[in-house]
């Protein structure tokens, strides 16, 4: 083969490189170009994240007796803010157990107000948005913690004896979970405690702002922890129910209600 055909051969490769690398880099479509066009048109045929996020969010559900009790429960307080009366009780019927690790509420003072948000689901910790709530004028209290709160409650309304201060102590947050047996739990951060709620569904207004909650205990008519849980049952003669059968103890109604009455 000649010196010339041997140039030839030479030239033919890098002659196709040439081209081809013309084709690829050419002003109106290059090859970032190209890298781009596929990867924009890799979209249309991915799944879409965000579609299996939403479906997630539709599946987060709790029991329907779970969600019967908390919206009688949001009626109760909300009957409670437009109470005519003073030191009065109400019963919300409630909360069967939650379940460890299961349906959880929770209360938060916000400025004014206070916001109830529900917890549930398969994966725990998300909310069940259509149980939210916003409570105006609404004052988170416990009939528990420090300073003689709970003998103050029980000896005035329950052993009839002179009212003495505090008998309510209020509280910017508090949680009630599933305890893992039976009954439920409630949790109040700011007092560091931790106790159970065997309420029988009570609670109580001193005022028609502060809506308290009854943590109780299993060993004292009272102490630090709350109640003694008998007081909350029927069985008990000086329970709450039983005094406000024989008229003792006030049970809360609407301001529409007495203005009836009168």
């Known amino acids: 083969m000649g010196v010339v055909s041997k140039v030839f051969m030479m030239l033919i490769p890098l002659v196709v490189l040439f081209v081809v690398l013309a084709i690829l880099f050419r002003p109106e479509e290059g090859l970032f170009d190209k890298a781009k066009g596929l990867i924009l048109g890799a979209k249309d045929v991915l ?7 939403e479906e997630q969010k539709a599946d987060v559900t709790i029991p329907d007796v779970h969600r019967e009790e908390i919206f009688k429960l949001r009626q109760t307080i909300q009957g409670m803010l437009g109470s005519g009366n003073k030191n009065c009780f109400a019963n919300y019927g409630g909360i069967s157990d939650l379940g460890e690790g299961g349906t959880s509420l929770k209360f938060d003072v916000r400025g ?35 300073g003689g709160t709970s003998k103050n409650f029980f000896t005035h309304f329950i052993e009839e004896k002179q009212l003495m201060y505090p ?20 949790n109040i951060p700011e007092l560091s405690l ?15 702002e502060h809506v308290c909650f009854f943590p109780t205990n299993k060993v004292a ?3 630090d922890d709350g109640i003694d849980n008998n007081y909350f049952a029927l069985g ?10 024989q008229e003792k103890l006030q049970y809360c109604r609407s301001e529409e209600t007495l203005q009836k009455v009168q």
């Not at 008990?236 to 059968?245: G, L, T, V």
């Open 47 to 53: 799944p879409t994240v965000s579609v299996g996020l």
């Open 221 to 223: 008519n009272y102490d």
């Open 112 to 146: 004014d107000k206070t916001l109830l948000t529900v917890s549930g689901g398969a994966g725990e910790g998300q909310t069940i948005a259509d149980l939210a709530a916003e409570f105006p004028r609404m004052k988170p209290c416990v009939i528990a913690g420090e």
């Open 194 to 208: 931790q106790s159970n709620l065997e309420d029988g569904g009570w609670l109580f207004t001193p005022d028609r």
């Open 236 to 245: 008990e003669e000086n329970s709450i129910q039983n005094r406000i059968n």
């Open 167 to 186: 008998y309510f102590t209020p509280v910017n947050s508090l949680s009630i979970f599933g305890g893992g047996s039976d009954y439920n739990g409630i």
